[in-house]
C-alpha cells in the first residue's frame, strides 16, 4: 500500500504502517544477515577443505613422499580445490567484478595460464620416463625369465642400465634434452576443446600466449614447450606477488580475497612440487612461498615443502634429474648392476646369481609401479590442463559479460 494512502487515516492506520515498515527493515536486515552468514560458512569450508586436502597429502610415509601414487594424490587435491574455487567465483559474479576482487581474480588466472607451460613439459617430463621404463623393461626380460643367467643375457641387461644412467645425465645437464613432440593435448583435429600456443620473444610463456575467446576455442600445436623456456623462471613468474590479502581487501571484498590468495598458493605449490619430481627443462626448487603459518591450511603446505627440500638436499638425490621415488629406484638398479659387473665372472657363482636376482626383483617392482602410475598421472595432468582453461574462460567470461544489472 502507497505510504500516500495514509493521508487522512486514523492514528490506529499510521501505527499500523509504521509497524509494517519497521517489519520490512527488519527482514532487510535479517537477509543481509543471513547472506553474509552463508558467505563466511562457505568460505570457512572451503578453508578447512583446502587444510584437510594437504593434511591429508602430509601424512604420507617417507616412503611414499612423492611416488607417482603421491603425485596423483597431490593433482587429485589441486583439481577439486580449483573445481570448489571455481564454484565460488560463479556463486559471487557480483562481489568479482568489484575492485579489488576484480583485480585479484584476474591475477590468479594469469597465474594459472602461466602453469598450463609447467604442465607441457610435466608431460615431456612423463614421455622420458616411459623411455627409462623401455631400458629397464629389456633388463627384466634378459634376467628375468632365464633359469641359468648368461653372460650376454647379463651384458645385454647392463647395456641397457648403462643407456639409462647416460639418458638421467643427459636429461639433468640439458635444458633441451627432451625430444620435441607433435603431440596435442586437444582430443582430435576436430574437437571442440583446443589450445593454441604462440610464441612472444623467446619465451613461449601461455601467460602471454592464450588468447580468450570463448570456451573451447584454445588450440596447441604440440605437448612440448619452447627449447628456450625454463622451469625455474615460469615457478618464479607465477609466485611473483603472492601476498596475503591487507585487512581493507578482506573487508572491501567480504572475505573472498582469502579464497584467492588460497588458490594462487596451492596453485604454486603444485606446480613446484611437479617440477621437483618429474625430469623438465631447467628445474629448479627456489620458488618463494609467503604464507603466513597461522592459517591452518598454510602449516600442512609449508611442512610439504620444507619436507621436499629436505628430500632434495640429500646426497644420493643431488645430482637427480627429479625427486619421483620411482626415478631414485630405477637408479638405485643403475648403481647396483654396475658395483656388481666389476666383480661378475662366468659362469655366475650362486651368491653372485642371488645377488643379480635381488636386482632383477627391484627392477620388476620398479616396472609395475610405472605401469600403473604413469598414464593416470598423465591423464590427471591432461584433466588439469583442460580445467584451468575452462575456468579461465568461464572467469573472463563473467568479468566481461555479466549476467546482472548493477
Known amino acids: 500500500m502507497p505510504a500516500t494512502d495514509f493521508l487522512g487515516s486514523s492514528p490506529a492506520s499510521l501505527a499500523h504502517f509504521g509497524r509494517s515498515l519497521l517489519s520490512l527493515r527488519r527482514e532487510q536486515v535479517h537477509s543481509i544477515s543471513m547472506e553474509g552468514s552463508s558467505l563466511e560458512a562457505e568460505l570457512e569450508s572451503f578453508q578447512q577443505h583446502v587444510t584437510d586436502r594437504f593434511l591429508e597429502l602430509s601424512s604420507v610415509a617417507h616412503d611414499n613422499l612423492l611416488s607417482l601414487s603421491w603425485v596423483g594424490k597431490l593433482l587429485d587435491c589441486f583439481l577439486c580445490c580449483q573445481e570448489e574455487f571455481r564454484t565460488i567465483v560463479r556463486t559471487h559474479k557480483a562481489q568479482v567484478l568489484r575492485p579489488p576482487l576484480d583485480r ?105 600466449t592464450f588468447h580468450h575467446r570463448s570456451l573451447g576455442h584454445f588450440r596447441s600445436l604440440s605437448w612440448s614447450v619452447s627449447r628456450t623456456w625454463s622451469a625455474v623462471r615460469q615457478l618464479q613468474a607465477i609466485g611473483n606477488n603472492i601476498n596475503p590479502p591487507k585487512a581493507n581487501e578482506l573487508v572491501a571484498s567480504g572475505g573472498l580475497a582469502m579464497p584467492v590468495f588460497i588458490m594462487n598458493s596451492v596453485l604454486l605449490f603444485v606446480v613446484w612440487a611437479l617440477v621437483a619430481a618429474i625430469p623438465c627443462q631447467d628445474r629448479g626448487l627456489h620458488a618463494h612461498f609467503t604464507i603466513p603459518r597461522n592459517f591452518s591450511w598454510a602449516v600442512t603446505l609449508l611442512s610439504l615443502h620444507e619436507r621436499i627440500m629436505e628430500e632434495s638436499k640429500k646426497r644420493e638425490r643431488k645430482n637427480s634429474c627429479g625427486l619421483l621415488r620411482e626415478i631414485q629406484q630405477m637408479e638405485k638398479c643403475a648403481r647396483s648392476m654396475n658395483e656388481l659387473s666389476d666383480s661378475v665372472q662366468f659362469p655366475l657363482t650362486e651368491e653372485k646369481e642371488q645377488e643379480v636376482k635381488q636386482i632383477v626383483q627391484e627392477v620388476s617392482q620398479v616396472c609395475d609401479a610405472l605401469k600403473d602410475g604413469l598414464d593416470p598421472l598423465e591423464r590427471q595432468v591432461r584433466e588439469a590442463f583442460h580445467r584451468i582453461v575452462r575456468s579461465r574462460s568461464e572467469g573472463l567470461d563473467s568479468l566481461v559479460r555479466p549476467t546482472y544489472a548493477e
Open 104 to 208: 585479484m581474480v584476474s591475477e590468479y588466472f594469469d597465474r594459472s595460464v602461466k602453469a598450463l607451460d609447467v604442465f607441457n613439459a610435466i608431460r615431456d617430463g612423463i614421455e622420458q620416463i616411459r623411455q627409462w621404463q623401455k631400458l629397464m623393461e629389456i633388463v627384466l626380460y634378459a634376467l628375468g625369465h632365464q633359469r641359468g643367467i648368461g653372460e650376454g643375457q647379463f651384458r645385454r641387461a647392463r647395456k641397457a642400465l648403462i643407456d639409462l644412467t647416460i639418458g638421467m645425465l643427459d636429461d639433468k645437464d640439458s635444458s633441451a634434452s627432451i625430444a620435441y613432440r607433435n603431440r596435442s593435448f586437444g582430443r582430435s583435429a576436430g574437437s571442440r576443446d583446443h589450445y593454441h600456443n604462440h610464441s612472444h620473444g623467446h619465451n613461449q610463456s601461455s601467460s602471454n
